[in-house]
């Protein structure tokens, strides 16, 4: 389009002062089109919007996950140092106290402002972690209105018919017809196929107003928009693959091998959609709530093997060695039931469980730890049938909303 302006203009007009942005160049006033898209253009929009393997779509997919797989595997281990200074500090106060009871030394006070300033930190890159993944989430959402909203343009363009040729008014034809009769020509069969014409337009259906390309595709993606936006953030975010891993690395960052389970994802945002962010125990709050220990199976049900490469999935909560599952399922031709909880299954609804992997590897590492540390332990093998976590006495975790920020919908997130 550039150069069609430009050769539209005097030459005296295309030469342009320098610094000059070239928005100001004026541009003729939109027109709406008076004839449908021809045939080989249609052909070009129907191809382009069937295309999957386009390579800036497959880069923008891929740049979505390595950022999204980014920042769950961060967002766990920054919790998990947190947790592990908390601890450290916590049986450093206990021995202090066991010891002579005075108030901390200057090592233990500067231990105990170190670990207050780190988890005010951590805190932070949490909500900024939390907050990235949600517009992350967003940008996926509005990828995947585009191929809609062009399969939308390209129906609308098919729906479109010819314009009907022009026919003279009916002012016309019966001047014109006045003349035949004034010069003596007579011609009663025309003027009745003038008649039927004349009354064929008259009943005939209107023909829709043409709509241009531009029009479509802006009237759909507003309505595409609209439509998310009136989803709940628990639709939007808690429901997603991705959202839930993410939260589950959070949680097991947080809480190591207490075995508190994950709250349910009901209660991952409040009313006004704000992630809910749950904060230590309260000193003052007397309503104590005993946590049941969250007993997890490290072994296969399939194979009753370790896991080696766990494999969970989207419709249950089972998990399987891959292999084992892989077989199983390839075995009952692409679709069987959990040998579990009898949900169907396809090998597509499954993900590599890294966070049943790091339980797997804390399992064994504290299993080695154990018999390290007793002296008359016999050599045996680790099992992998472990309680994780115990039943803890704990203040009930108080929950609130975290600082109200800028909400980003997929327009603020166009790229």
């Known amino acids: 389009m550039p150069s069609l302006i430009q050769r539209s203009r005097p030459e005296s007009a295309s030469a342009?002062?320098?610094?000059?942005?070239?928005?100001?160049?004026?541009?003729?006033?939109?027109?709406?089109?008076?004839?449908p898209m021809n045939q080989g253009n249609r052909e070009k929009l129907t191809r382009m919007a069937k295309t999957q393997s386009d390579v800036d779509r497959r880069k923008y997919e891929k740049h979505l996950a390595e950022a999204a797989s980014n920042l769950r595997t961060s967002v766990g281990s920054i919790n998990e140092m947190?947790?592990?200074?908390?601890?450290?500090?916590?049986?450093?106060?206990?021995?202090?106290?066991?010891?002579?009871?005075?108030?901390?030394?200057?090592?233990?006070?500067?231990?105990?402002?170190?670990?207050?300033?780190?988890?005010?930190?951590?805190?932070?890159?949490?909500?900024?972690?939390?907050?990235?993944?949600?517009?992350?989430?967003?940008?996926?959402?509005?990828?995947?209105?585009?191929?809609?909203?062009?399969?939308?343009?390209?129906?609308?363009?098919?729906k479109q018919k010819p314009r009907p040729e022009p026919k003279p008014k009916k002012e016309k034809r019966e001047s014109r017809r006045r003349t035949r009769n004034n010069d003596g020509d007579e011609d009663e069969d025309e003027d009745e196929a003038e008649d039927a014409e004349e009354e064929e337009m008259e009943n005939a259906e209107p023909?829709?107003?043409?709509?241009?390309?531009?029009?479509?595709?802006?009237?759909?993606?507003?309505?595409?928009?609209?439509?998310?936006?009136?989803?709940?953030?628990?639709?939007?975010?808690?429901?997603?693959?991705?959202?839930?891993?993410?939260k589950k690395h959070w949680h097991l960052g947080l809480h190591r091998d207490d075995g508190v389970p994950l709250p349910d994802a009901t209660t991952w945002f409040d009313e006004d959609g704000r992630p809910v962010k749950t904060v230590g125990t309260n000193d003052n709050d007397d309503d104590d709530l005993v946590v049941e220990r969250e007993i997890i199976d490290l072994k296969c049900p399939l194979s009753l093997q370790v896991y080696k490469e766990p494999f969970s999935n989207h419709k249950?909560?089972?998990?399987?060695?891959?292999?084992?599952?892989?077989?199983?399922?390839?075995?009952?031709?692409?679709?069987?039931?959990?040998?579990?909880?009898?949900?169907?299954?396809?090998?597509?609804?499954f993900y590599l469980d890294d966070v049943i992997m790091r339980k797997v590897k804390r399992a064994e590492q504290a299993a080695r730890e154990d018999v390290a540390a007793t002296s008359d332990a016999e050599e045996e093998d680790i099992d992998a049938s472990i309680v994780m976590g115990r039943a803890t006495n704990i203040k009930k975790e108080q929950s609130h909303p975290a600082a109200p920020r800028k909400r980003l919908t997929r327009n603020e997130t166009s790229v």
């Not at 780190?118 to 191929?147: F, H, N, P, W, Y």
């Not at 390839?330 to 609804?349: F, I």
Request: charged fraction near 25%.
């Open 316 to 349: 249950c909560k089972h998990t399987f060695e891959k292999s084992a599952i892989t077989e199983f399922i390839n075995n009952n031709r692409g679709l069987a039931k959990c040998p579990v909880c009898s949900q169907d299954l396809r090998l597509s609804d």
């Open 82 to 158: 947190a947790t592990a200074r908390r601890q450290f500090l916590a049986e450093q106060l206990k021995k202090h106290d066991s010891q002579d009871g005075n108030d901390p030394n200057s090592t233990l006070q500067a231990l105990q402002e170190y670990t207050a300033a780190l988890d005010q930190e951590v805190g932070q890159l949490t909500d900024d972690s939390e907050e990235a993944l949600r517009r992350i989430l967003d940008c996926r959402a509005e990828l995947e209105d585009t191929q809609k909203v062009l399969e939308a343009v390209v129906a609308e363009v098919a």
């Open 16 to 35: 342009r002062p320098s610094g000059r942005p070239a928005s100001d160049v004026a541009l003729p006033p939109y027109e709406p089109p008076t004839h």
């Open 207 to 246: 023909v829709p107003p043409l709509v241009g390309v531009a029009d479509t595709l802006k009237a759909t993606r507003k309505a595409n928009v609209q439509e998310y936006k009136t989803l709940s953030a628990y639709e939007r975010y808690a429901t997603n693959n991705d959202y839930i891993v993410f």
